[in-house]
């Protein structure tokens, strides 16, 4: 794989940034939908008789909500890595060197980023 240039290593920062933005949006999009389900919930134990709509409603509410979360923690992740890809294309050069040990033998691999 090629090394990125410095303006691939921006788009990826800046992509980064999105994909963590929507994804903390989706995060409080999931919290808005728990409080909401729980609400159902709420109304569901606390009504005299036994309304199949509300905790209809309130199961859905709850399953968005873990949606929300889920996409929300997904978006996240991916933002902080498309950021940490982009960071290390506009990185300062530099040079790895890693040792091993086999049995037999030894070796040492070198890596640079220039």
Do not use: H
């Not at 919930?41 to 905790?55: I, K, L």
């Not at 929300?68 to 982009?86: E, K, N, Q």
């Not at 990185?91 to 049995?103: D, I, Y």
């Amino acid at each position: 794989m090629a090394p990125l240039t410095g303006s691939q290593g921006r788009r990826l920062r800046i992509a980064g940034y999105v994909c963590a933005a929507t994804g903390a949006a989706a995060i409080a999009t999931g919290i808005a939908f728990g409080l909401t389900a729980r609400a159902y919930s709420r109304n569901v134990e606390n009504g005299t008789t036994f309304d199949p709509n509300q905790d209809s409603r309130g199961k859905r509410f709850e399953t968005l909500q873990w949606v929300g979360y889920d996409i929300g923690a997904s978006l996240a992740a991916v933002g902080a890595l498309l950021y940490v890809f982009g960071r290390q294309s506009a990185s300062q050069p530099s040079v790895a060197l890693v040792t091993t040990v086999v049995p037999g033998g030894a070796g040492l691999a070198a890596q640079g980023a220039f």
